[in-house]
């Protein structure tokens, strides 16, 4: 089986009647601790979640965010595409290693057609290699080896910083729309006493 993508844990609690965040409320205490170090802000794309695993010795598997997801054919057709067993031999040819991204495009989320009005595509946002996530320049250097689109990076800052960003109506680098929101990762690396990474999203709806 393939390893999942964990959750991204929102920044805030949120309210249980409005839904909405409760501005200053932590969802976990890692978050108002480094609330003012500097985080990698990304684009959120607003598509599906794919899996991409490769073994050298068995091969290519593409997956939904679960096992169990179901990926439009479409879609389907397309990920054979662009991940050829040769292309990814030629990458990777004695590593195992999952890309994770997102699906995006017509047909894909109700606004999948403001990214990419009359087809659809795989954006990369991270790779997992063993127990090893990569870091930007080397998720980066794989996508340009792979000639895959990577989420762009809109800046570096504070999460005050991205909630000012996101509450403002960021435009999409995708286009005259305004963007679905930010993820953002510690520039350093980080992880939680239970193992998990220190990573959280602010969309634009939650305020």
């Known amino acids: 089986m393939m390893k999942e993508y964990h959750k991204i844990q929102s920044i805030f609690k949120r309210d249980e009647k409005t839904h909405k965040f409760i501005d200053g409320n932590y969802s976990i205490p890692e978050f108002e601790y480094l609330q003012n170090n500097q985080w990698e802000m990304t684009e959120k794309i607003d598509g599906t979640n794919i899996r991409i695993g490769w073994i050298p010795e068995v091969g290519i598997n593409i997956g939904g965010r679960t096992d169990n997801a179901q990926i439009p054919p479409f879609l389907q057709t397309r990920l054979h595409e662009m991940f050829s067993p040769l292309l990814m031999q030629s990458v990777f040819p004695e590593k195992s290693v999952i890309l994770f991204g997102g699906g995006y495009g017509a047909r894909i989320q109700k606004g999948g057609g403001n990214y990419i009005p009359n087809g659809c595509d795989f954006i990369l946002f991270d790779v997992l290699i063993g127990d090893w996530w990569l870091q930007r320049k080397?998720?980066?250097?794989?996508?340009?080896?792979?000639?895959?689109?990577?989420?762009?990076?809109?800046g570096y800052g504070t999460i005050r910083d991205?909630?000012?960003?996101?509450c403002a109506g960021m435009k999409s680098t995708f286009g005259d729309f305004i963007a679905e929101g930010l993820v953002l990762k510690p520039v350093v690396p980080l992880f939680a006493r239970g193992g998990a990474r220190i990573i959280t999203k602010v969309k634009h709806r939650d305020f």
Do not use: E
């Open 162 to 166: 991205a909630i000012k960003i996101t």
């Open 138 to 154: 080397d998720v980066v250097d794989i996508a340009s080896r792979l000639r895959i689109n990577v989420v762009p990076v809109i």
